[in-house]
């Protein structure tokens, strides 16, 4: 199904995500402390897995490998991801280890602030050996972030997963996703984030990572072209509601966002990427030719704008339909 926004098809290729599935508890008023909040929604998340949801939303295909607590709550995620069309096959269950909770505050202006339980949480123990290699080399692209990163085991089942993906010849796509209160110290996060960062096909950032990484107060040019690798085909720099830049070898620029009413931020990244993996999944040439790279970039900010306007990442994450709508709205 051709959308006629100009934009690529929606691939049928398997887009896999690796990482953490968590519960986000969202405080039911926003614009107040944790502590004041009267109550709070249970909401599905943890950016890896929004991302395949998001994909799957789409009409793509998709796969999340990681794991969570033999518990209700792990369960409940697993059941989500199944709901959604997501293939499950490389979640495994830990008995020993609760499923990671987030508590997070939204801010008047929808922006998030994070309080972790993780000690460790099951996503923390997943071991190299107990990967679904076979699921992994079926991916046509491989996505993962960060937090996966910051301990073991789960740092070695990161890196061998990449390297499977990678043989197989998928492409990887990256997605720092900071989440500075879960690391030991900010030079450890830059470190680790920066450890696995020439492996990378395509990487997203957000301006906020941009200043972390680079240790600058400038978001220009420049300065995310010092993130650039030769091994590279696209660095995405997205500013929230000020839209997006691109880079690649042969080409730069940037593609107006879409304005809506912002309510909460949460999982607008994670739209935002999903939408782009399934616009290239099958055709990777398309990121050789600016004018597609920019109508998929466009159709990638409709889905992020859209995310935003409810609380909650997954239940706000669009359909194409919706997509379709809030673009021809806006042309």
Known sequence: MAPNNGA????????????????????????????????????PGGAPANVAIAVSRLGGRSAFVGKLGEDEFGHMLANILREHGVNDEGICFDKGARTALAFVTLRSDGEREFMFYRNPSADMLLKADELN??????AKIFHYGSISLIVEPCRSAHIKAMEEAKKAGALLSYDPNLRLPLWPSADEAREQIKSIWDKADIIKVSDDELKFLTKSEK??????????????????????EHGCKYYTKNFRGSVDPFK???????????????ALLCKIVDDQSVLEDEKRVREILRFANACGAITTTK?????????????????????
């Open 219 to 240: 978001v220009d040019d420049e300065t995310a072209m010092s993130l650039w690798h030769d091994g590279l085909k696209l660095l995405l720099l997205t500013l929230g």
């Open 311 to 331: 609380k909650g990442a997954i239940p706000a994450l669009p359909s194409e339909a919706d997509v379709e709508a809030l673009i021809k709205a806006s042309t």
């Open 260 to 274: 809506v009413k912002t309510v909460d931020t949460t999982g607008a990244g994670d739209s935002f990427v999903g």
């Open 133 to 138: 290699i076979k699921l992994i080399k079926s």
């Open 8 to 43: 690529s098809p929606t691939g049928s290729g398997l887009i896999v995500s690796f990482g953490e599935m968590l519960i986000d508890f969202v405080p039911t008023v926003s614009g107040v402390s944790l502590a004041d909040a009267p109550g709070f929604l249970k909401a």
